[in-house]
């Protein structure tokens, strides 16, 4: 158990990501509770993590999913109670389980409390809480759309003024430029930070110093200085003990040193997605698909390695609930589901930087293909009906749902082979995968040649052994088409992690220095020859012999 009095001991934790609405079920409801969180607190346990990243489980409208928030202080009725949240804190700390919470402070939800007072009328109190301009219902202020869909404007008619919102227009944007809003949010942050909580993951938060006169809406010219108040404010009370992270799509490593400074003044470390945007077209949306571009992911990931190394703090994650599963999207869920599942968590947990696992991934569980009508994602549905709007054939829509839509990471966790994959005994929120009865935690947690165990293993390393969370890095074989291979050196130990990014039989033989190293791990038997084996991955150490004794 990691000792989380100790400043910066996130630096060796490994966080696990629950999207509530798909966990557990215990009330028949059809979509997950705090309760069944609780009750899948020894499978946590099991696997090693030390903190549970929870999606947003506060009070909201559920336009999309919880990230429109009506009172940051309430627990929404469909999840429990905030006596709930008290035992999922407390039952957490006992198994040495930190709980973050996911705070969205970029906007609210347009029925939160202070959204109804602004939009009352100008001269309320709260109509500066948000981001107003005039107009006429002909003329909006500006061409700027939103994230979603649609323009980034909605008129009030009542009021005669638009209000900016970067996300749905139920998702009305916070103005940061006013101090009493920051001082609402510091407060409320300050409250959970009371009720025991072991950090934050902040949503957007590159996008919450907008500008929209001038068209900015990430890395405002105030961010950094509006996240240094906050965190002067808040997070530094606990000093360096409270983990905060930043989801920043618009990071490069130069914010991201900003971002997690290793002087704690803004955040513990930085969310970014440069690595996962790569198989996208430049300028394009996600949804037009393109190949992995593979040398240069193995760039991007080294570059990121290389330049925050002593200078900042990187969160290490392939899957997320905006993201398809990445054994689906990177590797292949079909023959080869259980060996690519494996190298893919190899290549990553190898690396510097805090490891992320999204719920299912440590089963491999894959995307799933719905009709139409099956998808709930607000950002899925409105990119249908815009696409066919544009004349793209619908064979081609719904082949980039398959491929890309938010849905893919959210249907409900498969616990077993029952009905429903044990996720509930109601009518689920959105369908359960068909593969359930093959792909499940009970029958992985019983197999020592699973998935989950794979992950376990993992995870333990990273706790043994010091090289994983202090070790610089060296990309090597950087031009091979197939081999993702790097070696990482601290203290007296030096890793090697040999990952082979395909489905075929690779020709490569170890260097004769690894021929005596430790095998940490692998996901095949080892073999009598080098050659690798498809998507085969090992970890090998290195022991300098002073440090054995
Ligand atoms: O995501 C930020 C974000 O930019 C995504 O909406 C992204 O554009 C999209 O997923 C790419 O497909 C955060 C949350 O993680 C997401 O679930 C929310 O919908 C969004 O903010 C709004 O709060």
Redesign the pocket.
């Known amino acids: 158990m990691l000792d989380k009095t100790k400043p910066g001991w996130w630096k060796r934790a490994v966080a696990y990501q629950i999207y509530p609405k798909s966990f557990q079920d215990t009330t028949g409801s059809g979509t997950g509770d705090l309760r069944g969180i609780i009750s899948r607190l020894d499978y946590l346990q099991k696997l090693g993590i030390d903190v549970i990243w929870l999606s947003p489980v506060f009070a909201s409208p559920q336009v999309?999913n919880g990230?429109d928030i009506s009172d940051y202080r309430a627990i929404d009725p469909a999840y429990g109670t905030l006596e709930d949240m008290r035992e999922l804190i407390a039952e957490g700390k006992k198994r040495g389980i930190g709980i973050l919470l996911d705070l969205?402070l970029n906007?609210s939800s347009d029925r939160h409390r202070w959204f109804l007072e602004a939009k009352r009328s100008k001269e309320n109190p709260y109509h500066d809480y948000y981001v107003w301009r005039d107009g006429s219902p002909e003329r909006l202020p500006n061409d700027m759309r939103s994230?979603f869909g649609g323009p980034a404007w909605t008129w009030v008619p009542e009021i005669h003024q638009y209000y900016f919102h970067q996300?749905a227009p139920e998702?009305p944007d916070l103005n940061w430029e006013n101090p009493a809003l920051r001082r609402e949010l510091y407060n409320m942050i300050l409250w959970w930070m009371e009720q025991g909580v072991e950090g934050f993951r902040l949503?957007?938060i590159d996008q919450i110093a907008k500008e929209p006169d001038r068209y900015i809406t990430a890395n405002g010219p105030r961010l950094h200085e509006y996240l240094r108040e906050l965190s002067r404010e808040t997070f530094q009370k606990r000093k360096g003990c409270l983990v905060t992270v930043g989801?920043a799509?618009g990071a490069d490593t130069e914010r991201a040193k900003a971002y997690s400074a290793p002087d704690g003044s803004e955040l513990s470390m930085v969310f970014q997605f440069e690595h996962i945007c790569l198989d996208q077209q430049p300028g394009k949306s996600?949804w037009d698909l393109m190949p992995l571009p593979f040398v240069r992911l193995k760039r991007c990931f080294a570059r990121w390695q290389t330049e925050l190394h002593g200078k900042g703090w990187n969160s290490l994650f392939l899957d997320n609930?905006?993201l398809p599963r990445i054994v689906s999207r990177w590797g292949d869920d079909g023959a080869f589901r259980v060996q690519s599942a494996e190298m893919l968590a190899t290549m990553l947990h190898g690396m510097q930087g805090t490891p992320y696992v999204y719920q299912g991934e440590e089963l491999g569980m894959t995307n799933i293909r719905l009709p139409i009508s099956g998808y709930r994602d607000v950002?899925t549905r409105n990119a249908y009906a815009e696409r066919i709007a544009a004349g793209i054939p619908e064979a081609d829509v719904m082949a980039s749902l398959y491929a890309r839509s938010?849905d893919n990471a959210r249907t409900p966790m498969q616990w077993d082979a029952s009905a429903n994959a044990g996720f509930t005994t109601g009518e689920p929120w959105i369908a359960v995968n068909p593969n359930y009865k093959e792909i499940n935690a009970a029958a992985q947690t019983e197999d020592e040649n699973s998935v989950f165990h794979y992950y376990r293993r993992l995870i333990a390393l990273r706790k043994e052994y010091p090289v994983f969370a202090e070790g610089d890095f060296t990309l090597l074989e950087e031009e091979h088409p197939k081999l993702f291979v790097y070696r990482r050196e601290a203290a007296g130990q030096t890793l090697l992690v040999v990952c082979n990014f395909s489905g075929e039989n690779v020709k490569w033989a170890l260097p004769s220095e690894w021929r005596s190293a430790k095998a940490l791990i692998g996901n095949y038997p080892s073999g009598e020859g080098d050659d690798l084996r498809p998507w085969e991955a090992k970890m090998l150490l290195l022991e300098a012999h002073e440090k054995r004794a």
């Open positions: 999309d990230y969205v906007h994230c996300f998702q949503d957007v989801e799509w996600k609930h905006d950002e938010r």
